[in-house]
C-alpha cells in the first residue's frame, strides 16, 4: 500500500558544481570491449621523477580502481558519482617513488551490470602523473603511456555476489602473476586502447582512506572437511537463476564455476575448538578436506588479505561472514555469496615446484566480517598473513565520548564502528550485502557525521549525486530512487524515500548553511489505499518544503493533513495504521503497530499533550523489555529500523535522558558486544553493521553528554542536563575552527561542568535535574 504522495525532484545548476579537469590524459579502455561484463584490465606506466619534486597522480575510473605505487597498495576508487559524471581522486604519491624507475600500477574492474551499489555505465581509465605541474605520464596525453593488458587471473564468466552488487570474486593464481606492479618485471602482452568519449568530473569532495591492515587476533578451530551430496534444494539466489535485461550478469549455463553450489555440498565432519589467541607468525596448515576459522574481534569493513604457500595444486575457499551460526560460517546467512575460490592449479602462468614460492592475494572488492573461514578440499598449502585492510572512513577519532557507565562507552565506540564503515563517499544502509545510499537511513547516519567529523561533506556528495542528474531511467517522471547512485531496470521505488529526502534537506540546510542545491518542482501524485504513517510523514516532508522555499501554502496543507489524519486515525487508544476505500469511502481498518504510534508523535501528528493516555503507555509498557511482559499484544512490535529509532528520537524531545539511557543498553548493547557493530534487525538475520544504527553516537552526546544541539552555521552550542544515574560525563565534538569539549561530574547536591568552544561561539544552558548547576572555568 501506498498513499497520497508528491515525488520530489530536486535539481541543481551544474554551474555550482566544482568541475576539476585533467591537463593532458584522456580516457582509455581495451578497443571495442568498454561495455563488455567483469573485465578486469591492468594499466602501466613507467617513469622517472627528478629528486625533491612533489609528484601527484590524479585518476579515476568506471567502474572501479585499485592503485599500486612500485607494488604498494596506494589507493581505492573512485568516490562513487551520479550518471553521467566521475569523481576524480588526486593523490600525492611523491613518499612512494624511488630514484630511477617508478611503476604506477592500476587495476581497473569494469562490471558493466546494473546494481544498487555501482552504476552501469562503459569502462575506462584516465590518469596522469605530474611533476612541478609537468605531465610525465599519462593515458593517451603527454609523457610516458599506461600500457593495458587483460587481467587474466580473475575469472570473468562468475557468479554475481548478490541482487544489490556485482560479481563474486573467483581467481586462479600462480607465483609472480602481480609481478607487473614493479619495476624491473617482464611486461605482459599489450592490448590495443582506444579513448573514450570525455567525462565530465566532479571533485572526490571526501577523505581519502587509510587502508590500515587489520590481522586476524584469534584461533577458532580448526578441523576436517567434506563434500558430499549437494542439497535437494540448493539455495539458489535470483542472480543466479535469473540472470536477464533487469539483472544483469553471465546466465548461470555460461559460469565458469558456481562456488555457492559447490560449497553447499561440503560439511565438517569434525570441528576441534581452539578458542586462543592466533600466533601470527605459526602457518596454518590446510591440507586436503581441512579448514580453519579465525576471529579478527569485531565486524571490519575491507579487502581480504592472505599470503599463501601452496606445495601442490589447490583450491582454496575463503568464506566469512559477521557471526559464527552453530559454531561455524554460513556464507549463505546474508543471501549473497559471501564467498573467494582461488584456484592455484597446473596452467597458470608460473608453474609450481618443489620449492613453492609465496602468493600475496588481496580481494578486489570490500567486505565486511568478523569471522574467516579457509577450506581447502584439493591440495596443500600454508596460509599466513590473514587481514584486512579498512575501506572506511578516517575522520572519526576527533570526536570522543566516556562515561562512568562503561556499558554506554561501549555502544558509543560500537557507533563510530557502525557509521566509518557505512561512510566511505555516501551514507551507506549496509557496507556488506549492499553498499547502497539508502534514503531514510541516510536521514538518521547524516546525523552522526558533524558529531564525529565536524562536516557534512560525506552528505553534501550524497546530496549531489541526487541532484546533478537530469532523470533517473526506469522511473517515474519526477521520482527519486529509493537508493542512489544505482540502477533500477525492474523500475522498483519506494515514494515514501523521498519524503524522507525532504526532511534530510531540511536538516542538512539547518547544520551545513549549505542552500546552493534547493530548488522545488512538484510531479507526480500517487493515491491509493490511504496509509496514516505515510501522511504522517508526507505532512512533515509538505512542512519542511513550505520552511525550505518559504511557501506558507505547503505548510498550510500540512496542518491540515495533521488534522485529518487525527480525525480519522485516532481510535481512542491508538493510531491505526490504515483506511480501505470500499464502494468510494474509505473504512477503517484495526491494523495498529508500535512504528505508527512513533510516526504520530515523531512527525507532530500528537503530543503528550494531547494524547496523555497513550503517551504514558508508550513510554512506561513499551520498550525493550515488552518482548517480555507481552504488553499490548495486539499492537505489533516495532523492530531497530525505523520505529526503535523514532522511539528515542520521542522520547529525547519530551526530556526522558534516563529512559533513554537505560533502553540504548536494552536495545543495543548485545549488539555491540557480538560484533563490534549495530543491526539493522533486533535480530543478527540480516546486516550486523547498519548504518542508520550509528545513530546511537548522536543520541549519546545529546541526551548523556548534555550537548543538545551544536548550531555550527550561528555558532551556537545548547547545553541540556538532566537527572542521569551516572557520577561524570566527557566528550569532545569536533566543529569548524576547534572542537566543543564538555565535562559533567555530581558532587552532592551540585551538577559541576567544564565547557570550551572556539572564539564566536554562545554557549546556552538548560537544567531539568534536580541538582544545583555550577560551571567551572
Same mark, same amino acid.
Given at each position: 500500500m501506498t498513499t497520497t504522495l508528491v515525488a520530489l525532484l530536486m535539481t541543481s545548476a551544474l554551474s555550482m558544481v566544482p568541475n576539476p579537469q585533467f591537463q593532458s590524459a584522456k580516457p582509455i579502455w581495451p578497443s571495442g570491449r568498454?561495455?563488455?561484463?567483469?573485465?578486469?584490465?591492468?594499466?602501466?606506466?613507467?617513469f622517472t621523477a627528478a629528486a625533491g619534486q612533489r609528484v601527484s597522480l590524479r585518476l579515476t575510473a568506471s567502474t572501479l580502481y585499485r592503485l599500486y605505487v612500485n607494488g604498494v597498495h596506494t589507493g581505492y576508487g573512485p568516490a562513487r558519482g551520479p550518471h553521467g559524471f566521475y569523481r576524480l581522486d588526486e593523490l600525492d604519491i611523491t613518499d612512494r617513488l624511488a630514484p630511477g624507475a617508478n611503476v604506477v600500477a592500476v587495476e581497473v574492474a569494469g562490471y558493466n551490470v546494473n546494481s544498487y551499489y555501482l552504476i552501469d555505465q562503459p569502462s575506462f +581509465?584516465?590518469?596522469?602523473? !605530474?611533476?612541478?605541474?609537468?605531465?610525465?605520464?599519462?593515458?593517451?596525453?603527454?609523457?610516458?603511456?599506461? =600500457?593495458?593488458?587483460? +587481467?587474466?587471473?580473475?575469472?570473468? &564468466?562468475?557468479?554475481?555476489?548478490?541482487?544489490?552488487?556485482?560479481?563474486?570474486?573467483?581467481?586462479?593464481?600462480?607465483?609472480?602473476?602481480?609481478?607487473?606492479?614493479?619495476?624491473?618485471?617482464?611486461? %605482459?602482452?599489450?592490448?590495443?586502447?582506444?579513448?573514450?568519449?570525455? &567525462?565530465?568530473?566532479?571533485? @572526490?569532495?571526501? %577523505?581519502?582512506?587509510?587502508? !590500515?591492515? @587489520?590481522?586476524? =587476533?584469534?584461533? =577458532?578451530?580448526?578441523?576436517?572437511?567434506?563434500?558430499?551430496? &549437494?542439497?535437494? &534444494?540448493?539455495?539458489?539466489?535470483?542472480?543466479? !537463476?535469473?540472470?536477464?535485461d533487469k539483472v544483469k550478469g553471465y546466465p548461470q549455463s555460461e559460469l565458469e564455476v558456481i562456488p555457492s553450489l559447490d560449497l553447499q555440498a561440503v560439511h565438517n565432519s569434525s570441528t576441534p575448538?581452539?578458542?586462543? %589467541? +592466533?600466533?601470527?607468525? @605459526?602457518?596454518?596448515?590446510?591440507?586436503?578436506?581441512?579448514?580453519?576459522i579465525v576471529d579478527f574481534g569485531v565486524n571490519y569493513t575491507g579487502f581480504i588479505g592472505v599470503r599463501i604457500t601452496a606445495r601442490k595444486p589447490t583450491r582454496l575457499y575463503l568464506t566469512f561472514d559477521e557471526i559464527l551460526s552453530d559454531n561455524d560460517v554460513n556464507f549463505m546467512r546474508m543471501g549473497c555469496v559471501n564467498i573467494i575460490q582461488l584456484d592455484i592449479a597446473p596452467g597458470t602462468p608460473v608453474q609450481l615446484t618443489a620449492t613453492p614460492s609465496d602468493i600475496h592475494f588481496e580481494s578486489y572488492e570490500p567486505y565486511t566480517f568478523r569471522y574467516l573461514k579457509a577450506i581447502v578440499l584439493d591440495g596443500d598449502c600454508d596460509i599466513t598473513s590473514l587481514t584486512v585492510r579498512d575501506y572506511t572512513n578516517p575522520d572519526v577519532y576527533q570526536a570522543h565520548f566516556a562515561c562512568s557507565d562503561p556499558r554506554l562507552n561501549t555502544l558509543f565506540n560500537a557507533g563510530r564502528e557502525t557509521y566509518r564503515q557505512n561512510a566511505v563517499d555516501v551514507f551507506t544502509d549496509c557496507p556488506s550485502r549492499e553498499r547502497a545510499g539508502w534514503l531514510c537511513d541516510s536521514f538518521f547516519t547524516a546525523r552522526v557525521e558533524p558529531d564525529l567529523s565536524g562536516t557534512t561533506a560525506v552528505e553534501k556528495n550524497f546530496f549531489e549525486n541526487f541532484l546533478l542528474p537530469p532523470k533517473f531511467e526506469h522511473l517515474p517522471g519526477g521520482m527519486l530512487p529509493m537508493c542512489y547512485p544505482s540502477d533500477h531496470n525492474d523500475g522498483v521505488f519506494i515514494p515514501n524515500w523521498a519524503l524522507w529526502f525532504v526532511v534530510q534537506l531540511d536538516e542538512y540546510r539547518a547544520r551545513s548553511g549549505d542552500t546552493a542545491f534547493i530548488e522545488w518542482s512538484k510531479a507526480n501524485e500517487f493515491v491509493q489505499d490511504v496509509n496514516y504513517p505515510s501522511n504522517m510523514l508526507y505532512a512533515k516532508a509538505l512542512e519542511c518544503a513550505g520552511r525550505l522555499y518559504n511557501a506558507p501554502d505547503l505548510t498550510a496543507e500540512a496542518a491540515r493533513i495533521r488534522d485529518v489524519i487525527r480525525q480519522q486515525s485516532f481510535d481512542g487508544q491508538f493510531f491505526v495504521d490504515n483506511a480501505l476505500r470500499k464502494d468510494g469511502k474509505l473504512e477503517i481498518t484495526k491494523n495498529r503497530s508500535e512504528v505508527c504510534q512513533y510516526f504520530a508523535f515523531f512527525f507532530d501528528v500528537a503530543t503528550p499533550a494531547s494524547q496523555p493516555d497513550l503517551w504514558k503507555a508508550l513510554t512506561e509498557q513499551f520498550g525493550p523489555d515488552r518482548k517480555n511482559t507481552k504488553a499490548f499484544p495486539e499492537i505489533h512490535a516495532a523492530n531497530s529500523f525505523v520505529g526503535n529509532m523514532l522511539r528515542f528520537e520521542i522520547l529525547s524531545r519530551y526530556g526522558k535522558s534516563q529512559q533513554i539511557l537505560q533502553e540504548s543498553i536494552g536495545y543495543l548493547l548485545y549488539m555491540a558486544e557480538r560484533t563490534g557493530t549495530l543491526w539493522e534487525n533486533d535480530g543478527p538475520y540480516a546486516s550486523c553493521d547498519h548504518g542508520f544504527a550509528s545513530h546511537i553516537v548522536h543520541t549519546l552526546y545529546r541526551d548523556v553528554l548534555g550537548a543538545y544541539s551544536v548550531d555550527t552555521v550561528n555558532k551556537v552550542v545548547h547545553l541540556r542536563f538532566s537527572g542521569l544515574d551516572l557520577t561524570w560525563c566527557e566528550g569532545r565534538i569536533p566543529v569548524p575552527g576547534g572542537a566543543i569539549d564538555l565535562h559533567w561530574w555530581k558532587d552532592n547536591d551540585t551538577l559541576n561542568y567544564r565547557v570550551t568552544a572556539p572564539a564566536g561561539y554562545k554557549v546556552e544552558t538548560e537544567n531539568t535535574g534536580a541538582l544545583k548547576l555550577v560551571r567551572h572555568p
Amino acid at each position: 500500500m501506498t498513499t497520497t504522495l508528491v515525488a520530489l525532484l530536486m535539481t541543481s545548476a551544474l554551474s555550482m558544481v566544482p568541475n576539476p579537469q585533467f591537463q593532458s590524459a584522456k580516457p582509455i579502455w581495451p578497443s571495442g570491449r568498454e561495455a563488455e561484463k567483469n573485465l578486469c584490465v591492468g594499466f602501466r606506466a613507467e617513469f622517472t621523477a627528478a629528486a625533491g619534486q612533489r609528484v601527484s597522480l590524479r585518476l579515476t575510473a568506471s567502474t572501479l580502481y585499485r592503485l599500486y605505487v612500485n607494488g604498494v597498495h596506494t589507493g581505492y576508487g573512485p568516490a562513487r558519482g551520479p550518471h553521467g559524471f566521475y569523481r576524480l581522486d588526486e593523490l600525492d604519491i611523491t613518499d612512494r617513488l624511488a630514484p630511477g624507475a617508478n611503476v604506477v600500477a592500476v587495476e581497473v574492474a569494469g562490471y558493466n551490470v546494473n546494481s544498487y551499489y555501482l552504476i552501469d555505465q562503459p569502462s575506462f +581509465l584516465q590518469a596522469e602523473v !605530474t611533476s612541478n605541474g609537468k605531465v610525465i605520464a599519462s593515458t593517451a596525453g603527454d609523457g610516458a603511456q599506461f =600500457i593495458a593488458h587483460i +587481467l587474466t587471473e580473475r575469472v570473468q &564468466k562468475a557468479q554475481r555476489y548478490s541482487f544489490q552488487r556485482p560479481f563474486a570474486e573467483v581467481y586462479h593464481l600462480a607465483p609472480g602473476y602481480d609481478a607487473w606492479r614493479v619495476s624491473g618485471s617482464p611486461a %605482459p602482452p599489450a592490448v590495443e586502447c582506444a579513448v573514450q568519449p570525455a &567525462k565530465s568530473l566532479l571533485t @572526490r569532495g571526501v %577523505p581519502y582512506p587509510t587502508f !590500515t591492515a @587489520r590481522p586476524a =587476533i584469534w584461533d =577458532i578451530a580448526s578441523g576436517s572437511a567434506e563434500a558430499g551430496a &549437494k542439497p535437494e &534444494k540448493p539455495w539458489a539466489d535470483r542472480v543466479l !537463476t535469473g540472470i536477464s535485461d533487469k539483472v544483469k550478469g553471465y546466465p548461470q549455463s555460461e559460469l565458469e564455476v558456481i562456488p555457492s553450489l559447490d560449497l553447499q555440498a561440503v560439511h565438517n565432519s569434525s570441528t576441534p575448538a581452539i578458542n586462543q %589467541p +592466533l600466533d601470527s607468525g @605459526r602457518p596454518i596448515t590446510l591440507g586436503p578436506n581441512s579448514f580453519h576459522i579465525v576471529d579478527f574481534g569485531v565486524n571490519y569493513t575491507g579487502f581480504i588479505g592472505v599470503r599463501i604457500t601452496a606445495r601442490k595444486p589447490t583450491r582454496l575457499y575463503l568464506t566469512f561472514d559477521e557471526i559464527l551460526s552453530d559454531n561455524d560460517v554460513n556464507f549463505m546467512r546474508m543471501g549473497c555469496v559471501n564467498i573467494i575460490q582461488l584456484d592455484i592449479a597446473p596452467g597458470t602462468p608460473v608453474q609450481l615446484t618443489a620449492t613453492p614460492s609465496d602468493i600475496h592475494f588481496e580481494s578486489y572488492e570490500p567486505y565486511t566480517f568478523r569471522y574467516l573461514k579457509a577450506i581447502v578440499l584439493d591440495g596443500d598449502c600454508d596460509i599466513t598473513s590473514l587481514t584486512v585492510r579498512d575501506y572506511t572512513n578516517p575522520d572519526v577519532y576527533q570526536a570522543h565520548f566516556a562515561c562512568s557507565d562503561p556499558r554506554l562507552n561501549t555502544l558509543f565506540n560500537a557507533g563510530r564502528e557502525t557509521y566509518r564503515q557505512n561512510a566511505v563517499d555516501v551514507f551507506t544502509d549496509c557496507p556488506s550485502r549492499e553498499r547502497a545510499g539508502w534514503l531514510c537511513d541516510s536521514f538518521f547516519t547524516a546525523r552522526v557525521e558533524p558529531d564525529l567529523s565536524g562536516t557534512t561533506a560525506v552528505e553534501k556528495n550524497f546530496f549531489e549525486n541526487f541532484l546533478l542528474p537530469p532523470k533517473f531511467e526506469h522511473l517515474p517522471g519526477g521520482m527519486l530512487p529509493m537508493c542512489y547512485p544505482s540502477d533500477h531496470n525492474d523500475g522498483v521505488f519506494i515514494p515514501n524515500w523521498a519524503l524522507w529526502f525532504v526532511v534530510q534537506l531540511d536538516e542538512y540546510r539547518a547544520r551545513s548553511g549549505d542552500t546552493a542545491f534547493i530548488e522545488w518542482s512538484k510531479a507526480n501524485e500517487f493515491v491509493q489505499d490511504v496509509n496514516y504513517p505515510s501522511n504522517m510523514l508526507y505532512a512533515k516532508a509538505l512542512e519542511c518544503a513550505g520552511r525550505l522555499y518559504n511557501a506558507p501554502d505547503l505548510t498550510a496543507e500540512a496542518a491540515r493533513i495533521r488534522d485529518v489524519i487525527r480525525q480519522q486515525s485516532f481510535d481512542g487508544q491508538f493510531f491505526v495504521d490504515n483506511a480501505l476505500r470500499k464502494d468510494g469511502k474509505l473504512e477503517i481498518t484495526k491494523n495498529r503497530s508500535e512504528v505508527c504510534q512513533y510516526f504520530a508523535f515523531f512527525f507532530d501528528v500528537a503530543t503528550p499533550a494531547s494524547q496523555p493516555d497513550l503517551w504514558k503507555a508508550l513510554t512506561e509498557q513499551f520498550g525493550p523489555d515488552r518482548k517480555n511482559t507481552k504488553a499490548f499484544p495486539e499492537i505489533h512490535a516495532a523492530n531497530s529500523f525505523v520505529g526503535n529509532m523514532l522511539r528515542f528520537e520521542i522520547l529525547s524531545r519530551y526530556g526522558k535522558s534516563q529512559q533513554i539511557l537505560q533502553e540504548s543498553i536494552g536495545y543495543l548493547l548485545y549488539m555491540a558486544e557480538r560484533t563490534g557493530t549495530l543491526w539493522e534487525n533486533d535480530g543478527p538475520y540480516a546486516s550486523c553493521d547498519h548504518g542508520f544504527a550509528s545513530h546511537i553516537v548522536h543520541t549519546l552526546y545529546r541526551d548523556v553528554l548534555g550537548a543538545y544541539s551544536v548550531d555550527t552555521v550561528n555558532k551556537v552550542v545548547h547545553l541540556r542536563f538532566s537527572g542521569l544515574d551516572l557520577t561524570w560525563c566527557e566528550g569532545r565534538i569536533p566543529v569548524p575552527g576547534g572542537a566543543i569539549d564538555l565535562h559533567w561530574w555530581k558532587d552532592n547536591d551540585t551538577l559541576n561542568y567544564r565547557v570550551t568552544a572556539p572564539a564566536g561561539y554562545k554557549v546556552e544552558t538548560e537544567n531539568t535535574g534536580a541538582l544545583k548547576l555550577v560551571r567551572h572555568p
